[in-house]
Nanobody, 125 residues
Framework: QVQLVESGGGLVQAGGPLRLSCAAS????????MGWFRQAPGKEREFVAA????????YYADSVKGRCSISRDNTKNTVYLQMNSLKPEDTAVYYC??????????????????WGQGTQVTVSS
């Protein structure tokens, strides 16, 4: 089991950067693929980015490709999401998650059993 705590959210102007962090408890962090999802009011939770256990493979939603970068530091039990050129439509609660179901697509929440509490990102125009 792993517990996840996100940080780094806040209010930022359009075009600005923001770096989210997700700290994991437990010694098994390196055994999980990790993902970032977001949920805007009235919308379903959607995939943002994912990274494999060693960090060698990274995946992005089309909506953030070229603007976001996911990374991890297994020595610090932390996964990061660097977001640049933020847009008002990026406003959402951002969640990190640990993937437990490798028979399900990494792009959908059902593949992830462990979730953080979320951190709010608000982009003003």
């Amino acid at each position: 089991q792993v517990q996840l705590v996100e940080s780094g959210g806040g209010l930022v102007q359009a075009g600005g950067p923001l770096r989210l962090s997700c700290a994991a408890s437990g010694r098994s962090f390196g055994s999980y693929d990790m993902g970032w999802f977001r949920q805007a009011p009235g919308k379903e939770r959607e995939f943002v980015a994912a990274i494999s256990r060693t960090g060698s493979n990274r995946y992005y939603a089309d909506s953030v490709k070229g603007r976001c970068s996911i990374s991890r530091d297994n020595t610090k039990n932390t996964v990061y999401l660097q977001m640049n050129s933020l847009k008002p439509e990026d406003t959402a609660v951002y969640y990190c998650a640990a993937r437990t179901d490798y028979s399900s697509s990494r792009y959908f929440p059902k593949a992830y059993a462990y979730w953080g509490q979320g951190t709010q990102v608000t982009v003003s125009s």
